[in-house]
T-cell receptor, first 115, second 112 residues
């Protein structure tokens, strides 16, 4: 089944403790992206990647890191999480990314709470 | 950069009625406008999209209209059913970048 898989679904952590949220897609998509969803703000892009070893900042990259060493994986790293990073996170992918391929496939989300 | 505003934030309709959600965008160069549906506990899923060279697009009970002059686009759902209850997001993609900007979302509730 074609899908984007995120792990974990739920994560509670404490301020300053490094964490990684994994994302994997099995559709051979070139484009991958991370979003955070906050009430009243919709989905805001954190980072995106057009292909292996190519990453770029989105709207809200501060406090986050990403890497794209393999085509299928795009982990999101929080080196020193803070309470304002408490949010619902989504990974998404598309065949080749905008503007040529815009349809995004989303994972099921990761609810992160930073205490 | 692009800014997308979405209204209303919540919408409640009776089953069988129509629902309309509206979005405005700021960048006149934007050329792609998708709508995503997010069911409880799931990620958003594309339900319909429209490009700037088209004024209207329909898919069964769902339609999207685009007014380029006014820079707004709308989602229309007819004969609503309880399974249409979800959060709906509009988005706009600029012609010169890779950044898909989303609206804040509309929580639609269809009462049986």
């Amino acid at each position: 089944e074609a899908q984007v898989t995120q792990n974990p679904r739920y994560l509670i952590t404490v301020t300053g403790k490094k964490l990684t949220v994994t994302c994997s897609q099995n559709m051979n998509h070139e484009y991958m992206s991370w979003y955070r969803q906050d009430p009243g703000l919709g989905l805001r892009q954190i980072y995106y990647s057009m292909n292996v070893e190519v990453t770029d900042k989105g709207d809200v990259p501060e406090g986050y890191k990403v890497s794209r060493k393999e085509k299928r994986n795009f982990p999101l790293i929080l080196e020193s999480p803070s309470p304002n990073q408490t949010s619902l996170y989504f990974c998404a992918s598309s065949l080749s990314g905008p503007p040529n391929s815009e349809k995004l496939f989303f994972g099921s989300g990761t609810q992160l709470s930073v205490l | 950069g692009e800014n997308v505003e979405q209204h209303p934030s919540t919408l409640s309709v009776q089953e069988g009625d129509s629902a309309v959600i509206k979005c405005t965008y700021s960048d006149s160069a934007s050329n792609y406008f998708p709508w995503y549906k997010q069911e409880l506990g799931k990620g958003p899923q594309l339900i319909i999209d429209i490009r700037s060279n088209v004024g209207e697009k329909k898919d069964q009970r769902i339609a999207v209209t685009l007014n380029k002059t006014a820079k707004h686009f709308s989602l229309h759902i007819t004969e609503t059913q309880p399974e249409d209850s979800a959060v709906y997001f509009c988005a706009a993609l600029g012609a010169w970048n890779n950044d898909m900007r989303f609206g804040a979302g509309t929580r639609l509730t269809v009462k049986p």
